[in-house]
């Protein structure tokens, strides 16, 4: 497979891509499983098409025909990041989004079994509660995962990086290995690790978080279109209706489409993953294995058999309050909660400086 980010042909060094960050310049961010830093291009394209919307307002054809370009234009941008057809995205607003619309769309009763784990994301298990299956709960083990599934099995409904220890399970290997189709929660994995969307039937993209971009915005890969009903259908679903209701389905996942965005955030998007250079998952994965390390000597860390650009571990003491300490002296990261660990996440704008803050920051 080839590297999405060899998609990208500036040749920046590691000085001018942080450089785009200006929070860096004051923080030691390590908090991108959350939130990513805004690039000054991506705040400078919002800042943009906010001010033409507020002196040109937000009516007439050519203002409509700029929103349907620029949506079409991040639905294979995001497409190609992880090499789908834009015919098979659907813009969404969070992973979430995209999590309800294959769990009510499957139609599932309480006669089919839905396969997870026990360290999934509640963007994931809420609508897995509301899904009509009964859900069975493992440990995230491939070998655990595989023994649950039955003649009842409709669905694996698994992370590709945990939110909670940053392990990387191999969805794609439990699709083929099982025959069971698979929704990945790619909140923690699209922009973090390379991901390619072939082999998988449903795949969720969150753009705030490792891909840098504005709030609520992202994406769903669905592999067959046709398989999923369209079960919350907004102006973007159809491609012509009746007085009744009834309507003609746009061809492929744009069907599932169900937000409006506005242009800032389309164009924001857009910029905040061109901001990203030639060597970003290379550099990410290097500074968490350097983290992991560095981390080993103080504290206890969890080091996954497949490890991702997250990082956990646990201190002694409260780790909320760790959290607030180290907020204190510019050191961001975030708590799991109920499980004791706190979570550093390494971008491909991690300097060495960062983690070096982030050590001498913890308590000794």
Known sequence: MQSTDALHV?????????AQFPVLERIAYLNAGTFGP?????????QSELEYDFNEGRSGMPYFRRVMELREQVRARLGSFVS??????????????????VLAGLDLDPGDEIVTTTDEHFGLLGPLSTSGARVVVVDPEPDAIRAAVTPRTRLLALSQVLWTTGRVLPVRELRAETGIPVLVDGAQSVGAIPVDVAGLDYLTISGQKWLCGPDSTGALIVADPDRLRVVAPSYFSQAGYEPDGRFEPRPG??????????????AGLLAAIEARPAWGFDHAAAVADRCRALLATRVDVEIPDACSTLVAFRAPGDPSELVESLHAAGVHVREIPGTGLIRVSCGWWTSDGDLDRLMAALPA
Do not use: K, M
């Open 38 to 46: 805004l690039a000054r291009a991506t705040f400078d394209a919002v």
């Open 253 to 266: 996942a744009p069907r599932f489409d169900p937000n409006w965005w506005p242009t800032s955030s389309l």
């Open 10 to 18: 500036a040749p920046l060094t590691f000085e001018e891509a942080r």
């Open 84 to 101: 789908a057809d834009p015919l098979y995205v659907a813009l969404t607003a969070s992973t979430t989004d995209g999590c309800n619309i």
